[in-house]
């Protein structure tokens, strides 16, 4: 995601396409693509903070975990965040392959760029707090899904795969 003078796009675009699957050429206006990417996080952290809430909603009303992963998966409350973080949850590995405390950053950025426009952003705030509650828990350095956390602890479910001694 960038923006910048054509004749800048013609002498980086061997280098951007050796580093990037996709390279999305968003204009010459600087910032477009920055701000492409703010939006981007804001989705994700979103997706993320909504995924770990289904979960920890069909624990506690006594849907298994697994089961429910298998039936969203091929439902239309799909979506690439879900199938991706969920399985960290499922295997109760929290290693970080994207932390808690980057979308406390990310959602935080994209929370001032809409105090900047004046533009309610209500979602991502509601996730923005769940991530920075996870922080507050001490899991700012565990991976994202790790959010999860939050909900079991407002709630007292039993994560899957979590022993007595781990919990």
Known sequence: MCSGAPDAYAR???????????????GDEFG???????????????????????????IKSGIDAETLFE????????????EDRVPHVLNNDYTPKSAVDI???DLGIGLDAGKRESF???VSTAAFKQFVAANVMGLGGDDDAAVIKVY???SGIKLPNVSSRDS
């Open 120 to 122: 309610p952003l209500p």
């Open 32 to 58: 477009i693509g920055s701000t492409m990417k703010m939006i981007n996080q804001l989705l994700v952290g979103v997706h993320i903070a909504a995924a770990m809430e289904a979960i920890a909603l069909s």
């Open 12 to 26: 980086a675009r061997l280098f951007l396409n050796a580093i990037a699957e996709n390279v999305f050429e968003l």
């Open 71 to 82: 039936v969203i998966t091929l439902s239309a409350g799909n979506s690439w965040i879900f």
């Open 152 to 154: 079991g602890a407002l």
């Open 103 to 105: 979308f406390v950053k």
